[in-house]
């Protein structure tokens, strides 16, 4: 059972073939940048930094110009991200039905905070503004599935549910 946040993974643990195997496949075409970094992350769920210091080796460029684009585009992450994302809205129409108490509901039940990855990188939790389906507030989804009226009995059975699926 996931009951802290993920650690950041050591660089020297950070095994590169995969963003060398990126990097072979873009390496003479132009704007290649964008394609490199979704590439990586596709391959490892983020971009490592290692990798990072990689591209702006490899393609030559400078890391402050990697990050500015890294940073720029809500797509790209930085730390390692879980296999399920939970996000719990917050927005006006789910703060009043309650939506607090689903958040501090999972927050307890998986050891972990807003923006945050459990340890077993099965989970990452975010706060959201509102999803546009007030009607079934509060609401709450994971990866693409939704669940709306949201209760402390529906939090554990999601994660009763998601524990029981694969991890790839
Ligand atoms: S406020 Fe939560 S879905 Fe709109």
């Given at each position: 059972?996931?009951?802290?946040?993920?650690?950041?993974?050591?660089?020297?643990?950070?095994?590169?073939?995969?963003?060398?195997?990126?990097?072979?496949?873009?390496?003479?075409?132009?704007?290649?940048l964008m394609?490199v970094l979704?590439?990586i992350q596709?391959?490892?769920?983020y971009v490592p930094k290692p990798t990072i210091d990689l591209v702006a080796?490899?393609l030559?460029v400078y890391p402050s110009q990697i990050y500015g684009v890294l940073t720029f585009y809500a797509?790209f992450h930085l730390k390692?991200?879980?296999?399920?994302?939970?996000?719990?809205?917050?927005?006006?129409?789910?703060?009043?039905?309650?939506?607090?108490?689903?958040?501090?509901?999972?927050?307890?039940?998986?050891?972990?905070?807003?923006?945050?990855?459990?340890?077993?990188?099965?989970?990452?939790?975010?706060?959201?503004?509102?999803?546009?389906?007030?009607?079934?507030?509060?609401?709450?989804?994971?990866?693409?599935?939704?669940?709306?009226?949201?209760?402390?009995?529906?939090?554990?059975?999601?994660?009763?549910?998601?524990?029981?699926?694969?991890?790839?």
């Amino acid at each position: 059972m996931s009951n802290a946040p993920a650690e950041e993974i050591p660089a020297e643990e950070i095994d590169l073939t995969e963003a060398n195997e990126v990097i072979d496949k873009y390496l003479t075409l132009p704007g290649n940048l964008m394609p490199v970094l979704q590439g990586i992350q596709d391959a490892y769920g983020y971009v490592p930094k290692p990798t990072i210091d990689l591209v702006a080796e490899r393609l030559n460029v400078y890391p402050s110009q990697i990050y500015g684009v890294l940073t720029f585009y809500a797509q790209f992450h930085l730390k390692p991200r879980g296999r399920y994302i939970i996000r719990v809205c917050v927005g006006t129409a789910c703060h009043v039905q309650g939506a607090e108490r689903i958040t501090e509901t999972f927050f307890g039940r998986l050891g972990i905070g807003h923006a945050e990855t459990t340890a077993d990188l099965r989970y990452t939790f975010e706060k959201v503004a509102c999803l546009g389906a007030c009607g079934m507030a509060p609401l709450a989804m994971v990866n693409d599935d939704t669940f709306g009226k949201m209760t402390v009995q529906k939090v554990d059975e999601i994660i009763e549910t998601y524990n029981a699926r694969p991890m790839k």
